[in-house]
């Protein structure tokens, strides 16, 4: 499992794992799926995206050659569903801002010395991440 999606297993390469499911999604919310499109959105696999969950193009990573670009894969939402994507980003700048003040109540934790995981420590850098891409996406 990968988060909260599932795949098929890797056949060595020659094709792209298939995604069987999601899982207890409990940051989904009820009402406009695009908030949720565009939560997934964040952690997407693709070149430079420095929090996509599993990496690009490391161990256990998704390989970058089987994924869409992000534009793609946007593109296939709205014809597939018949969606309104013309204010996307606007969700995008949501769901990015909604996870960094989620984050940032760990990482204020760990700061005031209240937290024993040491991946607190390491939240900063996401947060600044998420933060920079809401403002990416709010202009």
């Not at 890797?10 to 499109?37: Q, W």
């Not at 256990?60 to 670009?69: E, N, P, S, V, Y």
Request: with cysteine; aromatic share 12%; net charge neutral.
């Amino acid at each position: 499992m990968i988060a909260s999606l599932t795949c098929t297993p890797s056949t060595g390469g020659t094709a792209p794992p298939r995604i069987l499911g999601l899982l207890d999604f409990e940051m989904a919310t009820v009402g406009d799926p695009l908030v949720d499109l565009a939560w997934a959105m964040i952690f997407w696999p693709e070149e430079g995206n420095l929090i996509a969950f599993p990496p690009v193009d490391v161990p256990g990573g998704f390989d970058a050659a089987f994924c869409q670009r992000p534009e793609q894969l946007l593109r296939r939402y709205a014809e597939r569903t018949g969606r309104d994507m013309s204010h996307f980003q606007w969700y995008q700048a949501f769901s990015a801002w909604k996870l960094a003040i989620v984050l940032e109540g760990s990482y204020a934790k760990h700061l005031r010395g209240e937290s024993k995981n040491p991946t607190h420590g390491y939240l900063g850098f996401t947060i600044d991440r998420l933060l920079g891409r809401a403002q990416r996406f709010a202009v």
